[in-house]
Each structure stands twice: as C-alpha cells, then as structure tokens.
C-alpha cells in the first residue's frame, strides 16, 4: 500500500507542506510596507491572471491597494517578494514568464494544483531561486535546462517534476547534474561526494533511505555485487541512526553532516522527501535514473545495459596455463649483495601474457619503482624479477575469477590473497621473507591502492615483508605515482601517510600507542607526534642546506588533522607531488644500503648528506613531477600493518 503511487504521492504532498511551512517559518519577518518594486507587482499579478485568479481557493488581497506582504500567499523582505505559497489553492492555466523577473525569490510553492503546459525557459534567470516546487500538477514537456543556472535545481528537481506529467526522457534530457553531498560515517569520519568522487566511477548510485524501508537493498546489494569491480558505487544515507551493519551493506553509508550542502536547500533530502529514493549518475554527473520518473525496479535492467558491452567484452577465459609460474630476471644487482623485488599481476589473461601486454606492464612497473631518487641512483643494487601469473578473466566483477583473488573494497581499499602472492614470490627467490618486496599490479583502470605490512621477525631496522598491490590506472603517469607511494615508500621503506582525511580530527591516544610499536621497527620515520625542533624524529635534517625543502613540521599526516606532523607540506607521501622530502629519502637511503650490505654495513649520516647535497637539492627540477597540484587528489588507503597470521584470513 505505501507503495503505491497514490500514497507515494500523499506521502510526498504532506512531507513537502511540512517544508515548505518550516521554510516560510525560516523566512525573515514580513516588513512595514517598503518600496516594491513595479517588477514584483506585475510579476505577482501575472500569476493571478496567467493561473486563473478569479477562481482560487483563497485570493484574500490579490489584486488590492493592500501591501504586498498581506497579500495571501506572499512574503516579502526588504521590500522584495521573498515566496509565494499557493500550494492546493486551484490553480489552473500555464506559468507565465513574467515570474522570471523576480530576482529576490527563494521560494515558489504551486504544487498540488491544476497547471499545465511547461516551465519557461527564463525561469533559469531566477538566480536566487532555492526550491520551485510544482509536484502534483498536469504539467508536460521539455523541462528547461536553463534551470540547471539556478543554486538550489540540483538538490530540489524533484519538487518540480514529480507527480507531473513528464515523461522519463523530458527528465534525462535537461541535464540535471549530481548533488554535493557530506555524509557523516559511523566511525566518524566523513565523506564528500562531489564531481570529483562521481569522477573516479563510471556509475554512482544515491540511496536515500531507512531503517523502516529496507525492502530496496537486496537489489541493490545484488547490483552492486554484480558490478561494483566495473565501475559501478553506491552512496546511501539515512535521516537518523540506523544499524546498517545487520544488512550487510558494504558500500558507503552515513548520515547528512551538518555541514551537507544539501541542508541549505532541501532540509536533508534528495530529490525529495520520499523513502527509499534511488538515483543514479553517470561519470560527468549526469543524471541518467531515477525512481521519480519511472519504477525503482527498472534500475535492474537499466544498469544490465548499461553494463553489458562490458561484461561481454571482458569476460574473455583463460585455456591456457602453461606459462603460469614462470620467472623472468629483468635485472641482476651489480653492487651489493642484491635486493630482490618481485613484481606480479592479477587479472591478466593467458592471452595477455602470449601477447607481451603482461611483460610490458610489469617493466612498466620496475621503472616506475626507480622514477623517484633516491632508488633512482642505486638501482643497480637490485634483482627485479617478474612471475607470470595467468588468471581466468581479465575484469573484478561477480562472475569473474582471478589468480591472486584481488577485489576493490570501499573507497581506495585493494585485498587480495597475500599468501598466494607470496607463494608466487617464492618461485622467483629464496630471500628471507622479512626482506621482500612483493608489487602485484592489477588489471584494472580504477585509481586505488593499498600496501600490506608486515611485522618483522626480526630486530633489524626498517624489516618486515609488504605487499603493494596497484592497478593500472588510467594512465601511466599515475600508476608511476601509486607505484612510488604504494610500493617505494609504504612497502620498501615503510613510511607512513602525510595526508589528512576529511572528517579526521586528533589522532586519538590509543593510535599514539599503536605507533610506538611500530616505531620500534624502524617504520614511520616521516611522520611524528612531536613537533619540536629539538625532539622531532627529523631534527638532525633541520639543517641550512634544507631550508629550500621546506623542512619543518607541519600539522596533519596519517590521515590525522592534529596531533601528528609530517616533514614538508607537500611530498609524494601527501597528494602525490613532487619528490620524496628529505626525512623519506633518508628512510630508502638507509633500507637500500642495509639491505644491499647486510651487517657489513654501519649508516653514516654524513655519507647520506653528501648524497643528499650532490645528487638531491641541485637537481632538484630534474625530478620527475607525478602529479599536477592542481589536478584533482584522493588519497589512497593507509596502509594495513599486520602479522602473518592474517594470510590466513
């Protein structure tokens, strides 16, 4: 029953004059009579004419010498109509385009009424227009896009056009664009979707919904199965606590944060006050679904399509194995006792292997690994090797398979059957596992990446095996950055985050104590919960020399805002810019030669200076630049610190 259209739209009409009568209770107080201008009077009276004023419900004052304000249904302020509300008031006729010269007005409220034809085009000159609600009325036709020039359109379409007579296409074909949303998350962190997170997909779902309307999500969740590993993500958000752990939901959920764009306009719902709703948006924020326009069940079929070429096109299947397992030595160390680093990809197909796609992607990878210095001058002190590993398909979605069994999780997050990658390391060398490097690059063109630590077995400084696992990306100068963030500084040389994520206040004292265990490792050099010149782990950089590094101690790092420094304001560690600053490079510098020559080898920081000094600040400009800093930035995981024992999860 409450799924019906009648009680969808009672429901909606009810909801709707709840808003609009906290919206005129927002509304400054009416003033004495000011100076209108003539604009608004013509403007108001052309209503009254254009809809039928004679045989409105109630007309008290239309039409009179009274002031404008104590004309019913008009509000005013400073002398400028404000809104108009004449809501379920028997209108009838078509709009009239004189409205659009009303250039104070926030609020026009004509739902529930009898007019028909279409929204004029000039409506998009509204500029101070935060909600036109038309609901329930006979209109039809092409909704201007015009409209889209206005502040409030992309949070209060719905108003506008449900319970019309509007076709689906008449909706698409404006051009209405994606809300900004700021979900507050249950962990309390909090997440932006704006143009940039719509972005990183190809497809993204709106769910607004409760915990008194849960019928929904078993489609979606077969959905979002079904195709999360091809691009598609789902957004959801609830008015009040809901326990969306007992669903298990595995897309984003929260709450609206109080600072949600989304309040200014519509009191916290899109597109409008009705539970569930579902839209869906494409990659330039393009409006392409909505269960407004026709029946929530379609998006099924919809997202089918628009998915099919695709799963139809990637679900190529491997027949051939036999080259699974192979190693192949792109290089042998010269100096030193050798580091190995092993590098393997998942979702490559035995077609992409026969084809030379695989090899030339995992070369791709080992130079990436030596874009950035310090590893760049001493990579003749490794042994890189690559293993082939064939997988079934060559796609992350619900009906493929492959080898290391990698899958996307939320927001940046990679998993993947480490156990399996090493065993596969394994076949390239025997070195001790505390000393591994292991890069498994993933077929894929979405951004993400996570690296895997491991606790060291032994006391030696910077130990402990990792796992960086990458995808392709979507070109080769970002997947050269995830490389060098992922893999060069979380997985060589175990350096933490110098980003901030939004949402994250203080670090909280029982992360402080978690670090202080993994600071005994070695691990963590760039960052510090002291900032103290004469205490900062980097107080012996704090040297003249560095002064053009910018080396200091600014707030925020580890996804923290306060309570953790980082070296430098901005460094590949942070959003992917520029270099390695100097407390990083002295973290690789120290895990190269360590490594290279075992206990041999005693560190001089004078020697890395001098590196430092000749090789580092005069070239600076020689230093590759993976990211533009005006080019749009999400952080990556943070890394996952673990033990062995994990393997087995």
Same mark, same amino acid.
Request: with cysteine; net charge negative; aromatic share 14%.
């Given at each position: 029953?409450?799924?019906?259209?009648?009680?969808?739209?009672?429901?909606?009409?009810?909801?709707?004059?709840?808003?609009?009568?906290?919206?005129?209770?927002?509304?400054?107080p009416q003033d004495a009579q000011e100076y209108v201008p003539e604009q608004d009077y013509e403007a108001v009276m052309s209503l009254y004419q254009a809809l039928?004023?004679?045989?409105?419900?109630?007309?008290?004052?239309?039409?009179?010498?009274?002031p404008l304000e104590e004309w019913y249904g008009i509000y005013t302020y400073q002398g400028r109509v404000y809104a108009i509300d004449l809501s379920a008031n028997?209108?009838?006729?078509?709009? =009239? !385009?004189?409205?659009?010269?009303?250039?104070? +007005?926030?609020? @026009?409220? &004509?739902?529930? #009424?009898?007019?028909? %034809?279409? /929204? =004029? !085009?000039?409506?998009?000159?509204?500029?101070? +227009?935060?909600? @036109?609600? &038309?609901?329930? #009325?006979?209109?039809? %036709?092409? /909704? =201007?896009?015009?409209?889209?020039?206005?502040?409030?359109?992309?949070?209060?379409?719905?108003?506008?056009?449900?319970?019309?007579?509007?076709?689906?296409?008449?909706?698409?074909?404006?051009?209405?664009?994606?809300?900004?949303?700021?979900?507050?998350?249950?962990?309390?962190?909090?997440?932006?979707?704006?143009?940039?997170?719509?972005?990183?997909?190809?497809?993204?779902?709106?769910?607004?919904?409760?915990?008194?309307?849960?019928?929904?999500?078993?489609?979606?969740?077969?959905?979002?199965?079904?195709?999360?590993?091809?691009?598609?993500?789902?957004?959801?958000?609830?008015?009040?606590?809901?326990?969306?752990?007992?669903?298990?939901?595995?897309?984003?959920?929260?709450?609206?944060?109080?600072?949600?764009?989304?309040?200014?306009?519509?009191?916290?719902?899109?597109?409008?006050?009705?539970?569930?709703?579902?839209?869906?948006?494409?990659?330039?924020?393009?409006?392409?679904?909505?269960?407004?326009?026709?029946?929530?069940?379609?998006?099924?079929?919809?997202?089918?399509?628009?998915?099919?070429?695709?799963?139809?096109?990637?679900?190529?299947?491997?027949?051939?194995?036999?080259?699974?397992?192979?190693?192949?030595?792109?290089?042998?160390?010269?100096?030193?006792?050798?580091?190995?680093?092993?590098?393997?990809?998942?979702?490559?197909?035995?077609?992409?292997?026969?084809?030379?796609?695989?090899?030339?992607?995992?070369?791709?990878?080992?130079?990436?690994?030596?874009?950035?210095?310090?590893?760049?001058?001493?990579?003749?002190?490794?042994?890189?090797?690559?293993?082939?590993?064939?997988?079934?398909?060559?796609?992350?979605?619900?009906?493929?398979?492959?080898?290391?069994?990698?899958?996307?999780?939320?927001?940046?997050?990679?998993?993947?059957?480490?156990?399996?990658?090493?065993?596969?390391?394994?076949?390239?060398?025997?070195?001790?596992?505390?000393?591994?490097?292991?890069?498994?690059?993933?077929?894929?063109?979405?951004?993400?990446?996570?690296?895997?630590?491991?606790?060291?077995?032994?006391?030696?400084?910077?130990?402990?095996?990792?796992?960086?696992?990458?995808?392709?990306?979507?070109?080769?100068?970002?997947?050269?950055?995830?490389?060098?963030?992922?893999?060069?500084?979380?997985?060589?040389?175990?350096?933490?985050?110098?980003?901030?994520?939004?949402?994250?206040?203080?670090?909280?004292?029982?992360?402080?104590?978690?670090?202080?265990?993994?600071?005994?490792?070695?691990?963590?050099?760039?960052?510090?919960?002291?900032?103290?010149?004469?205490?900062v782990k980097w107080s012996h950089l704090l040297l003249p020399r560095y002064v053009s590094s910018g080396l200091g101690a600014y707030e925020g790092g580890a996804?923290?805002?306060?309570?953790?420094?980082?070296?430098?304001?901005?460094?590949?560690?942070?959003?992917?810019?520029?270099?390695?600053?100097?407390?990083?490079?002295?973290?690789?510098?120290?895990?190269?030669?360590?490594?290279?020559?075992?206990?041999?080898?005693?560190?001089?920081?004078?020697?890395?200076?001098?590196?430092?000094?000749?090789?580092?600040?005069?070239?600076?400009?020689?230093?590759?630049?993976?990211?533009?800093?005006?080019?749009?930035?999400?952080?990556?995981?943070?890394?996952?610190?673990?033990?062995?024992?994990?393997?087995?999860?």
């Amino acid at each position: 029953m409450l799924n019906s259209p009648y009680m969808r739209r009672l429901i909606l009409f009810l909801l709707c004059l709840f808003l609009f009568v906290g919206c005129k209770d927002d509304l400054p107080p009416q003033d004495a009579q000011e100076y209108v201008p003539e604009q608004d009077y013509e403007a108001v009276m052309s209503l009254y004419q254009a809809l039928d004023g004679e045989h409105w419900t109630t007309s008290t004052n239309w039409g009179s010498e009274r002031p404008l304000e104590e004309w019913y249904g008009i509000y005013t302020y400073q002398g400028r109509v404000y809104a108009i509300d004449l809501s379920a008031n028997n209108l009838s006729g078509t709009l =009239p !385009e004189a409205v659009a010269t009303m250039d104070a +007005l926030k609020y @026009l409220n &004509l739902s529930s #009424n009898s007019i028909t %034809g279409s /929204i =004029p !085009e000039c409506y998009g000159e509204l500029q101070s +227009l935060v909600q @036109l609600s &038309l609901y329930n #009325n006979r209109m039809s %036709g092409a /909704i =201007p896009t015009s409209l889209n020039n206005t502040p409030g359109w992309c949070y209060t379409w719905g108003y506008a056009v449900v319970g019309n007579r509007y076709n689906r296409f008449n909706i698409y074909d404006s051009g209405i664009t994606a809300p900004t949303l700021s979900l507050a998350l249950a962990d309390g962190q909090t997440v932006t979707v704006d143009s940039n997170y719509y972005a990183r997909n190809r497809y993204t779902i709106l769910f607004q919904w409760s915990d008194e309307y849960t019928e929904f999500l078993p489609t979606l969740k077969t959905i979002y199965d079904r195709y999360r590993g091809f691009g598609l993500d789902i957004v959801s958000w609830t008015p009040s606590d809901s326990e969306i752990d007992k669903y298990g939901v595995e897309w984003t959920v929260g709450q609206v944060s109080e600072d949600n764009p989304l309040s200014a306009y519509n009191d916290n719902y899109y597109p409008v006050g009705l539970y569930p709703t579902v839209t869906m948006f494409d990659t330039e924020g393009r409006l392409i679904f909505s269960d407004t326009v026709e029946s929530r069940g379609n998006i099924v079929s919809v997202v089918d399509a628009l998915f099919a070429d695709i799963v139809n096109a990637d679900l190529y299947t491997s027949t051939d194995y036999s080259a699974d397992g192979t190693v192949n030595c792109l290089q042998q160390a010269t100096v030193g006792a050798g580091i190995d680093v092993v590098i393997m990809g998942d979702g490559f197909s035995d077609r992409m292997i026969a084809d030379g796609q695989y090899a030339e992607r995992m070369m791709l990878a080992a130079d990436a690994l030596f874009s950035q210095a310090p590893m760049s001058h001493f990579r003749d002190m490794f042994n890189i090797y690559t293993v082939n590993v064939v997988s079934a398909n060559e796609c992350y979605a619900f009906n493929s398979s492959t080898s290391l069994k990698c899958q996307f999780g939320e927001g940046t997050l990679i998993t993947g059957d480490d156990r399996r990658c090493f065993d596969y390391a394994r076949k390239a060398t025997d070195a001790p596992l505390d000393n591994l490097l292991v890069v498994v690059v993933l077929n894929s063109d979405r951004y993400a990446g996570t690296t895997y630590m491991y606790y060291p077995q032994s006391t030696i400084q910077g130990a402990g095996a990792a796992i960086a696992y990458v995808p392709v990306g979507a070109d080769n100068q970002m997947f050269t950055a995830l490389i060098c963030h992922e893999a060069v500084g979380h997985g060589f040389a175990k350096l933490d985050d110098e980003y901030t994520l939004e949402g994250m206040g203080a670090m909280p004292l029982e992360h402080k104590d978690f670090r202080k265990a993994r600071e005994e490792y070695g691990w963590l050099k760039n960052t510090d919960v002291c900032h103290s010149s004469h205490f900062v782990k980097w107080s012996h950089l704090l040297l003249p020399r560095y002064v053009s590094s910018g080396l200091g101690a600014y707030e925020g790092g580890a996804s923290y805002a306060t309570g953790i420094y980082r070296p430098t304001e901005q460094s590949i560690m942070n959003m992917n810019v520029g270099d390695f600053n100097p407390p990083s490079r002295e973290a690789i510098y120290y895990r190269i030669h360590s490594l290279a020559y075992g206990d041999s080898w005693n560190y001089d920081f004078d020697a890395f200076l001098s590196y430092d000094f000749v090789n580092i600040l005069p070239k600076k400009s020689e230093n590759i630049v993976l990211c533009s800093e005006n080019q749009s930035f999400m952080p990556t995981h943070p890394p996952v610190m673990c033990n062995y024992r994990t393997m087995y999860r």
